[in-house]
C-alpha cells in the first residue's frame, strides 16, 4: 500500500498526572473507514482530540499527508482538510441550523459554499425545513445529523466521528450509518470511534482495539469481527 | 409633565452610558464566564485619555469637532489595546483553572489599574475642557443640551454598529461560536484567543466612548471613577440576561432611569439604592435576567 | 530548550514591551504643552529592564543553571515537610497560640496594633471560609456582615450603654439575621449571579447606613462607643472585684486573641461534622447533594448565617477596639481584601487563610513607606500569585485536585 494519509507514531497524552494513551500506533489510508472500539475509559475520544491538539500529545508523531502536525494550532486543522465531530456532538445550541453550517465553512471564502450547503440538506432534508430554528432545539438524531453536516461543510479529506451512535435510537443510528458509509464512497476518509462495536466493525475497512490507553489489536475489521475474543468481549455474543 | 420629560431625557442620557459600558461586561462574560472588575478601570482610562488627548488637541488649534471625533476614536483605541494586554497578561495563562482565580486575578488587576491611574494622574479631578459642548435646546422648561444629544446619538451609532458587527459579519459570528463551545469553535476552524481578544477589545472601546461622555457630562474625571458605574453596569447587563447582547442595552436605560427617577422623584440619596434593588428584585423572580436564554447556572 | 522556542519567547517581549511603552505614553508624556517622550521613557526602561531580567532567569532555569540550587533547596523543602507532619496539627496550633500570646510582652504598640488588625482579619477570612471554602458560594458583600456587627454594638453601646460582652452574641446575632434575609432571597441562585446580589446587599447595606441620619450619624460615624470592660481582683485594698475598662492596647490584644481562637476551634468542628460534610458535597455538585438528601438550601443557608456570625462578632469587636464606626470601613474594597485571604491562603484550609490574612495585613504594613505604591503592588501580587500559585499558599488537602470548576 501507499503511505498512510494519517499516522500516529507512538503517542502519549494525558490530563495532568492521568496518563490516557500510553503510545499507540495507527495508519490510517486514503479512502478507508478505520474503526477504533474499546471500552470505557481506553482512550478513544481522547485519540481523536490529540489529533487535533485539543489534548497535547506528551510524545510520540502525529503525521498528516507526510507533514508532522504535533504542533499546528487545532483552529489550523480544518483548513488542511482534518476534521472531527467530536464526541456528544456540539453542534452551537444558540445559532440557528443555518448558521451552524455556516460555521463549519468558517473558513472558506469561496463561491460553492451555498452549493454545499445544498448538498448537505440534500442529503438531511429535515434539516433544511428546521434551517431557521435554533441548534438547541433539536432532538438527538437530528443534531447528529446537524453535527455531520457541519463537518462535510469544510470538505474534508478525513472525518474524525466520535461516537456518533451516542444516545440514538436504532433505526436512527442505521441511518446516521449509512450516509457515513455514503460519505466514505464519495472519498472522503473516515475515522470511527464506536463503542458499538458490531456496527462500526461491520461497515469499517479495518479496526484497532484499545485498552486503557493501548492498542491490543489491529487487523482488517472482518477478522477482528470473527475473532472470538473480541466476539466476547465487546460483541456479547 | 415638563419635570418627568426633563428627568426622562436625563435619564436617556445617563442609560446610554450604562448600557456602553454593559457591553463590555455582558460580551466578555458571554465568552468566558468572567466578570471582569477590570472594565470599571477601562472607562475611567478612557475618560482619563480623552482629556488628555482633548486638551492637547485643543491647545493646538483643533476645531471642535476634530477634538472631540479624535480624542474619542483615540481613547477607544487606547483601550482596546490596554483590554488586550490586560487579557494576555491575567487571564489567558488562567483559561483553564477555577473560576475563582479568574475572578481575583481581575480584582487584582481592577485595583492595579486604578491605582496606576491615580499614580500616573494624580488623586484629583481632572476637568474636561467645557467649551466644546454648550447650549442647546430649550423647550418650554425642558432642556436638551447639545451635549446630551451628542451623547444619545453616538451611543445610538455606536449600538447599531456594535449589532451589525456581531450579527452580521464573520467576526461576529465567531464571537458568537467561541461564547458557545470553545472546543468546538477551535474544531471548526476559529482561533479562540484572538477572537476572545477581539471581544475584550470592541467591550473597552465601548466602556472608554462611556467614559468620555460621562466626563463631558459632569466636567471631570476621577481615578477611582470606574467602581460605582462599573457595579450599575454590571447589574445593568445581569438584568438584561447576562451574555445577552440586546439585554445588556436594555438593562443599562432601564438602570439609568430607574436612578434618575428614583433621585428626581422619592429621594436623591438612595438613589443607587434603587438600581441594586431592581436587580435583586428582577433576579429573585427572573433569574436568568430579562432577555435571558437559558443559561448554564450549574457552573460556579 | 530550542532555537525556536527561546526566540518566541524573546519576541513576544519585545512586542509586550512596545506595547507597554505606548500604552505608557499618553498617561505619563502628553499633556497640553506638548508631546513629551522622556518621561515616559523613565518608566518604562525600568520595567523593561526588570521582565528582560525576568526572562532571561526564566530561560537559565528552564536550561538548568539553577539546578545546583533548586535541587538541595527541594531535598530541604522535602525534608522539613516530612518532619513537620509528624508533629499533629494541635500541636503546632497550640505554638502558634502560645506565640501570639506573648507579642504583647515584646512588641511595641505599633506591632501589636497591626497583629489585633491581623486577628480580626483573621476571624473573617475564617467566617468567609465557611462560606467560600467550605460551601462554595461566592460571596463579594461579606463586609456587610461585619458592618451589621459594628454598628449594632456601637448603638448598643452608645444608645444603652449595653457591655461589650452582652453585645457580641447580639451582634453576631444580628449579623446573622442579616445573613438569613439576604440569603432567604438568594440562596436559590448559584455562582456569579449569587456573587452579584451579594456585593447588591452589601451596597445596599453601605448606603443605608451611610444615609439613615437619624439613627447612624450618616457619613459621620458613631462616637463614644466603650471599650470591653472585665471584673477582675484588685489586690491594693484586700482581695476585691473592680471593674475595669479594657482600654489598653495589651488588655485588649487579649480580647481578640481569645475570639480567634474560638473560632478557629469552631469553624474546625464545623468543618469536621456532618454539616461541614454537606457543605462540602455541596460545593463539589450541588444536583448530587440534593438527590442524595442534602437539604441543599437549608444548608447553604446555615452556611451563609454562620459565615455572618463570625463576621458580626469581628465587627463588634472592631467597633470596641476603635471606639469608632463609619460606613467608610465597609467598602467592596474590604470585601475584596477578605476574599483575598481566603483564596491566597488557600481555600477551604484554616492555616492557610490565617496565612493569607497576615500576608494581607501585616506585609503591606512593612512597605509602609511606600504608601503610594502599596495598592498598586497589592493588585500586582493578588494577579500573580493567581498566574503562579491559583490553588493559594496552604491549600487543602481536598480541594487541592479540582483544577477546573
Redesign the interface.
Known amino acids: 500500500m501507499s503511505e498512510p494519509i494519517l499516522e500516529l507514531r507512538d503517542i502519549k497524552a494525558g490530563y495532568g498526572s492521568i496518563k490516557a494513551l500510553k503510545g499507540i500506533n495507527i495508519k490510517v489510508y486514503e479512502g478507508e473507514i478505520v474503526s477504533i472500539i474499546g471500552a470505557n475509559g481506553a482512550g478513544k475520544s481522547t485519540t481523536l482530540m490529540t489529533i487535533c491538539n485539543i489534548v497535547q500529545a506528551t510524545s510520540g508523531d502525529i503525521f498528516y499527508k507526510g507533514e508532522r502536525i504535533n504542533n499546528i494550532v487545532s483552529d489550523k486543522l480544518p483548513k488542511m482538510g482534518l476534521c472531527q465531530v467530536p464526541e456528544g456532538r456540539r453542534i452551537f445550541p444558540r445559532l440557528t441550523i443555518e448558521e451552524n453550517l455556516d460555521m463549519g465553512a468558517f473558513f472558506r471564502n469561496d463561491k460553492e459554499i451555498e452549493d454545499d450547503k445544498e448538498r448537505v440538506f440534500g442529503m438531511f432534508p429535515i434539516l433544511r425545513e428546521r434551517c431557521k430554528q435554533a441548534g438547541g432545539t433539536l432532538s438527538g438524531g437530528e443534531q447528529q445529523m446537524l453535527a455531520i453536516g457541519r463537518a462535510l461543510m469544510s470538505r474534508p479529506k478525513v472525518l474524525l466521528l466520535d461516537e456518533p451512535s451516542l444516545g440514538l435510537a436504532p433505526l436512527i443510528v442505521k441511518q446516521i450509518f449509512s450516509i457515513i458509509k455514503e460519505i466514505n464512497s464519495l472519498g472522503t476518509t473516515i475515522i470511527l470511534v464506536e463503542q458499538n462495536a458490531k456496527v462500526a466493525l461491520s461497515m469499517a475497512n479495518r479496526g484497532y482495539v484499545l485498552e486503557t490507553g493501548n492498542v491490543v489489536m489491529e487487523d482488517e475489521a472482518k477478522a477482528l469481527l470473527n475473532n472470538p475474543d473480541i466476539q466476547k468481549a465487546y460483541l456479547g455474543e | 409633565m415638563e419635570y418627568f420629560l426633563q428627568q426622562l431625557i436625563n435619564g436617556i442620557t445617563l442609560g446610554s452610558v450604562y448600557a456602553l459600558i454593559a457591553l463590555g461586561y455582558t460580551m466578555v ?1 458571554g465568552i468566558i ?1 468572567l ?1 471582569n472588575f477590570a472594565h470599571g478601570e477601562f472607562f475611567a482610562a478612557g475618560g ?2 480623552g482629556v ?2 482633548m ?2 488637541l ?2 493646538q488649534g483643533a476645531p471642535a469637532w476634530v477634538c472631540l471625533s479624535g480624542s474619542l476614536i ?1 481613547a477607544m483605541a ?1 483601550c482596546a ?2 483590554a488586550v ?1 490586560v487579557e494576555k ?2 487571564y489567558k ?2 483559561r ?10 481581575a ?11 491615580m ?3 494624580g488623586v484629583y479631578d481632572k476637568a474636561y475642557p467645557t467649551e466644546l459642548t454648550q447650549g442647546g435646546f430649550e423647550m418650554g422648561n425642558v432642556m436638551l443640551s447639545y451635549m446630551q444629544l451628542f451623547i444619545v446619538s453616538l451611543t445610538a451609532f455606536l449600538l447599531v454598529a456594535l449589532n451589525v458587527l456581531v450579527f452580521k459579519t ?1 467576526i461576529g ?2 464571537m ?2 467561541t461564547a ?2 470553545k ?10 484567543n484572538r477572537t476572545i481578544s477581539i471581544t475584550f477589545a470592541i467591550g473597552a472601546a465601548l466602556a472608554a466612548a462611556a467614559g468620555i461622555m460621562v466626563g463631558l457630562y459632569y466636567g471631570s474625571v476621577r481615578y477611582d471613577m470606574g ?1 460605582v458605574p462599573g ?1 450599575k453596569a ?2 445593568a447587563a ?1 438584568l438584561g440576561g ?1 451574555g445577552n447582547i440586546t439585554g445588556a442595552m436594555i438593562g443599562g436605560f432601564i438602570i439609568g432611569m430607574v436612578e434618575i427617577f428614583a433621585a428626581g422623584y422619592i429621594s436623591g ?2 438613589k ?2 434603587f438600581a ?2 431592581i ?2 428584585a428582577v ?2 423572580f427572573r ?1 436568568s435576567g430579562i432577555m435571558g ?1 437559558n443559561v448554564d ?4 | 530548550m530550542t532555537i525556536p522556542e527561546f526566540k518566541k519567547h524573546w519576541t513576544s517581549l519585545g512586542i509586550g514591551m512596545v506595547w507597554l511603552f505606548i500604552l505608557l505614553w499618553p498617561l505619563l508624556g502628553i499633556k497640553p504643552e506638548g508631546l513629551e517622550v522622556a518621561s515616559t521613557f523613565n518608566v518604562w526602561w525600568r520595567i523593561a529592564l526588570g521582565c528582560s531580567f525576568l526572562l532571561f532567569l526564566y530561560q537559565l532555569n528552564k536550561a538548568g543553571a539553577f539546578k545546583f540550587i533548586s535541587r538541595p533547596a527541594g531535598a530541604v523543602a522535602g525534608s522539613m515537610k516530612s518532619a513537620t507532619s509528624m508533629v499533629p496539627m494541635a500541636v503546632w496550633f497550640v505554638i502558634g497560640i502560645a506565640c501570639t500570646a506573648l507579642i504583647p510582652q515584646f512588641a511595641g504598640r505599633y506591632a501589636q496594633d497591626v497583629a489585633i488588625n491581623c486577628m480580626i482579619y483573621v476571624c473573617l477570612g475564617l467566617g468567609l471560609n465557611i462560606v467560600v471554602g467550605l460551601a462554595g458560594m461566592l460571596d463579594l458583600g461579606y463586609i456587610a456582615f461585619y458592618g451589621i456587627g459594628a454598628y449594632t454594638y456601637a448603638l448598643l453601646s452608645v444608645q444603652f450603654q449595653l457591655s461589650f460582652w452582652i453585645c457580641l452574641p447580639i451582634s453576631a446575632g444580628m449579623a446573622g439575621l442579616g445573613a438569613w434575609l439576604i440569603g432567604y432571597c438568594s440562596m436559590r441562585m448559584r455562582g456569579d449571579y449569587l456573587a452579584i446580589v451579594t456585593l447588591g446587599f452589601a451596597e445596599i447595606c453601605r448606603m443605608v447606613l451611610n444615609n439613615w441620619m437619624s439613627l447612624t450619624n450618616g457619613p459621620n460615624g458613631v462616637t463614644g462607643i466603650k471599650a470591653p470592660g472585665l471584673y477582675w481582683f484588685d489586690f491594693t485594698n484586700g482581695m476585691t472585684l473592680e471593674h475595669i475598662w479594657l482600654k489598653k492596647l495589651s488588655l485588649i490584644y487579649y480580647v481578640i486573641l481569645i475570639l480567634v481562637v474560638f473560632t478557629i476551634i469552631a469553624v474546625y468542628r464545623l468543618q469536621h461534622s456532618r454539616i461541614g460534610r454537606a457543605w462540602e458535597a455541596i460545593r463539589e455538585d450541588e444536583t448530587a447533594a440534593e438527590v442524595m438528601g442534602v437539604p441543599t438550601f437549608y444548608m447553604k443557608l446555615l452556611a451563609y448565617c454562620s459565615g455572618a456570625c463570625f463576621g458580626g462578632m469581628a465587627g463588634a469587636f472592631y467597633a470596641a477596639r476603635m471606639r469608632f464606626v463609619s460606613p467608610e470601613s465597609f467598602t467592596f474594597l474590604e470585601s475584596a481584601m477578605v476574599l483575598s485571604m481566603v483564596v491566597l491562603g488557600g481555600m477551604g484550609s484554616i492555616p492557610g487563610v490565617i496565612l493569607g490574612a497576615l500576608a494581607l495585613i501585616a506585609l503591606p504594613e512593612i512597605f509602609r513607606e511606600f504608601e503610594l505604591y502599596r495598592m498598586l503592588v497589592f493588585g500586582g501580587v493578588m494577579t500573580l500569585m493567581m498566574l503562579f500559585r491559583p490553588q493559594g499558599m496552604l491549600p487543602s488537602k481536598r480541594t487541592m485536585r479540582s483544577g477546573k470548576d
Open positions: 462574560y464566564q466578570i482619563y485619555v488628555i488627548f486638551s492637547y485643543l491647545s483615540l487606547y489595546m490596554l494586554a497578561v491575567a495563562p488562567l483553564n483553572s477555577s473560576r475563582l482565580s479568574v475572578l481575583l486575578s480584582l487584582g488587576m481592577s485595583i492595579f489599574l486604578q491605582n496606576g491611574l499614580l500616573t494622574q464573520r459570528k465567531a458568537r461560536s458557545q463551545d472546543v468546538m469553535s477551535a474544531l471548526v476552524g476559529i482561533n479562540a467602581f457595579i454590571f447589574a445581569v447576562i440619596e438612595y443607587d439604592v441594586f434593588v436587580l435583586i433576579l429573585y433569574p436564554e447556572d450549574t457552573r460556579v
